[in-house]
């Protein structure tokens, strides 16, 4: 057997699943759009999605893998550039072009796993180690060709629990939207009867949808090059979770009765324009306050002098005109950058600082979608030593209502957030009654921070 990163995971056999047989063209290749290219050199999303099932591996591989792969298979006649890669276009091609390429040959990673981890406590909300996490998230292959491998697939057995399914996607290839789509549409196919997914249209690759009359594609990638020239982004103030002894992640739940007591209190402290109240902003507004609270104490003089920030990625898919078609596949995501004061922040009511701060970045937007995105990510990695708060995930994607025929999962997991420090996800929460999961990957420290503030600062909006 060969072993993952953790000895309590190993890997028992591997597969590789492609499209049937003449479902897709011998080859073929898709352009980048400029909302794409953004993210050529950043790594994958990756995603756990956990379901109660107590079998042994040899009858979950028996019974369930062939089942598992056959509608992969024909799931990736609609997804079929999943299948492929990215890659620099030939020399005929225009200078500085990448594209989607991909052959009737190509196939997706498929590993079959088995984990003598602790299922009940892995899949619970409390502290656990984020590396043994980890060992179940399926790596992409490693390519030096200078192209970019797009999706593998890990399926990990907890024998006689549950199982779990990885899947790691390049963000190249799409933002969580359309990740979900995917998963939604194998998921749906997987079934005893196999169903049609409530709500998903087919995919649509084509990026001529989305025009460039200010050649964002160049401009972008020209300053996504610039930026690697100089080397590596400076260092954070805090180091990433993966370099930490003991990183941990964890979940935190806002219930629905929370949420609207949170926005009951800032809408009464508000005495100006009306509040941008969404569940979304309290969440965001409330994990950033608990957020900078369980990093280490600062004195005031340099509170007094600094900004914090906040980056989320807004669905450009409505706001553009035209509107891009809801089974557009691909990426359509612009960062939304929230700044306040760090010191209003750590006084009591800085909950409602940051929300007004949300409310007001959000607002900003009704300006043009596109505003200042020549310069967005020079702006992003200028504020990587300030160690702003950025969010992965929505509770819009509802990422429990995925159903392979075993009901819905036990935990979803969105792992990639640990290569960033200060990322923390959002969900929707599992039980359906309109709260919100919050993931978060810290230090061992600052969690225990964290856990307090989540805990005991409720009532200090």
Not at 228 to 251: D, F
Request: hydrophobic share 35%.
């Amino acid at each position: 057997m060969a072993s993952n990163s953790s000895t309590k995971t190993k890997i028992i056999d591997q597969f590789h699943v492609s499209q049937p047989p003449g479902s897709v063209p011998d080859s073929s290749s898709i352009q980048l759009s400029f909302f794409d290219v953004a993210w050529l050199f950043t790594g994958p999303v990756e995603r756990l999605f956990f379901f109660s099932l107590p079998i042994s591996t040899v009858d979950f591989k028996s019974t369930h893998i062939p089942a598992l792969q056959s509608s992969l298979s024909e799931t990736l006649q609609q997804f079929y550039p999943l299948a492929g890669l990215v890659r620099p276009c030939p020399e005929t091609s225009p200078d500085n072009q990448f594209e989607f390429y991909f052959c009737a040959n190509n196939t997706i990673p498929f590993s079959l796993a088995e984990s003598s981890s602790n299922f009940d406590k892995i899949t619970g909300n409390e502290m656990k180690d984020f590396t043994e996490l980890y060992s179940l998230v399926p790596q992409l292959p490693r390519a030096n060709d200078g192209t970019i491998p797009l999706t593998a697939i890990q399926v990990t057995v907890f024998p006689g629990k549950g199982i779990c399914i990885g899947v790691s996607m390049h963000h190249v290839a799409c933002d969580d939207s359309s990740f979900m789509h995917f998963v939604k549409s194998w998921a749906s196919s997987c079934q005893i009867e196999p169903v049609k997914a409530i709500g998903l249209p087919p995919p649509l690759f084509d990026r001529a949808i989305i025009s460039d009359p200010n050649h964002l594609y160049s401009k972008t990638l020209s300053e996504m090059k610039e930026i690697l020239s100089k080397g590596p982004p400076p260092a954070s103030e805090c180091p990433s979770p993966l370099n930490q002894s003991r990183p941990l992640i964890s979940t935190f739940v806002l219930t629905r009765e929370q949420i609207d007591a949170l926005k009951e209190g800032l809408i009464a402290k508000s005495d100006g324009p009306p509040l941008h109240c969404s569940s979304f902003t309290v969440a965001c507004a409330y994990a950033w306050v608990c957020l900078i609270k369980s990093q280490e104490t600062i004195t005031d003089n340099i509170i007094t002098e600094k900004s914090a920030h906040l980056l989320f990625s807004v669905d450009c898919r409505y706001r553009l005109q035209p509107p891009i078609p809801a089974g557009y596949f691909g990426n359509c995501l612009r960062p939304c950058f929230v700044e306040a004061s760090l010191q209003e922040l750590h006084l009591q009511g800085g909950v409602f600082t940051a929300a007004m701060a949300i409310g007001k970045a959000i607002k900003g937007l009704d300006e043009g979608v596109l505003q200042g995105a020549e310069g967005w990510f020079r702006k992003i990695l200028s504020l990587v030593p300030n160690r702003p708060m950025s969010v992965g995930g929505s509770p819009r994607y509802r990422v429990y209502d995925v159903d392979f025929g075993w009901g819905r999962p036990t935990k979803v997991e969105l792992l990639s957030i640990g290569h960033t420090p200060g990322t923390v996800s959002l969900a929707e929460s599992r039980d359906g009654k309109g709260g919100i999961e919050i993931g978060v990957v810290l230090p061992e420290n600052e969690m225990q921070q964290f856990e307090s503030c989540f805990s005991n600062g409720i009532l200090y909006v």
